[in-house]
């Protein structure tokens, strides 16, 4: 089994700040690494996702996140945020082996920027 | 492309109803997953369809049915209604069954049950 921990419920920074969104799963085979934005009202949006190959995945709309293979984690950063980045994001996983590919979302993390 | 459609956009049910939702894939898509949202979590996989036949199922009971029709749409079937199925109801399709590749979801069915 799965699982995905979002450490922080809420981040609240300033506009055209860096921030960063952490993420950390625990899994007994290897996963595929995804990250989702929800507008308000709206569904789930793909950001970016790791498959295999380098660490460092680059995503829509000036995202990034890194894959730390080590510590279980794919923090989601972006150098400076803008106002409409404001959005619920979420990490996932999904196993690679076993023939099943059902999918463990984090809680998710509220980005909130202010002006 | 009108991507992923999902109706009705709201509804209200009261304990011990059965509802359907419905979705419509993107086109070109042949696969068919639901997700259950809960206020203030991640979403959480229901099933997925492909082929007309339920492929993969997580952790939710029998009274969570499904079906897929000839043309990729699929609906969500919830028997015997519990306050604990208040929720919002995200369709998702993708290519195929793989699991890497990008799957685009509708902007759901906001579930209320009394």
């Known amino acids: 089994a799965q699982s995905v921990t979002q450490l922080d419920s809420q981040v609240p920074v300033f506009e055209e700040a860096p921030v960063e969104l952490r993420c950390n799963y625990s899994s007994s085979v290897s996963v595929y690494l995804f990250w989702y934005v929800q507008y308000p009202n709206q569904g789930l949006q793909l950001l970016l996702k790791?498959?295999?190959?380098?660490?460092l995945v680059k995503g829509i709309n000036g995202f990034e996140a890194e894959f730390n293979k080590s510590q279980t984690s794919f923090h989601l950063r972006k150098p400076s945020v803008h106002i409409s980045d404001t959005a619920e994001y979420f990490c996932?996983?999904?196993?690679?082996?076993?023939?099943?590919?059902?999918?463990?979302f984090g809680r998710g993390t509220s980005l909130i920027v202010h002006p | 492309d009108a991507g992923v459609t999902q109706s009705p956009t709201h509804l209200i049910k009261t304990r011990g109803q059965q509802v359907t939702l419905r979705c419509s894939p993107k086109?070109?898509?042949?696969?068919v997953s639901w997700y259950q949202q809960a206020l203030g979590q991640g979403p959480q996989f229901i099933f997925q369809y492909y082929e007309e036949e339920e492929r993969q199922r997580g952790n939710f009971p029998d009274r969570f049915s499904g079906h897929q029709f000839p043309n990729y749409s699929s609906e969500l079937n919830v028997n015997a209604l519990l306050l604990g199925d208040s929720a919002l109801y995200l369709c998702?399709?993708?290519?195929?069954?793989?699991?890497?590749?990008?799957?685009?979801f509708g902007p759901g069915t906001r579930l209320t049950v009394l």
């Open positions: 790791y498959l295999s190959g380098s660490t």
């Open positions: 996932a996983v999904i196993p690679i082996s076993g023939g099943s590919y059902i999918p463990t």
């Open positions: 998702a399709s993708s290519v195929d069954r793989s699991s890497y590749n990008e799957q685009f």
């Open positions: 086109s070109g898509h042949d696969t």
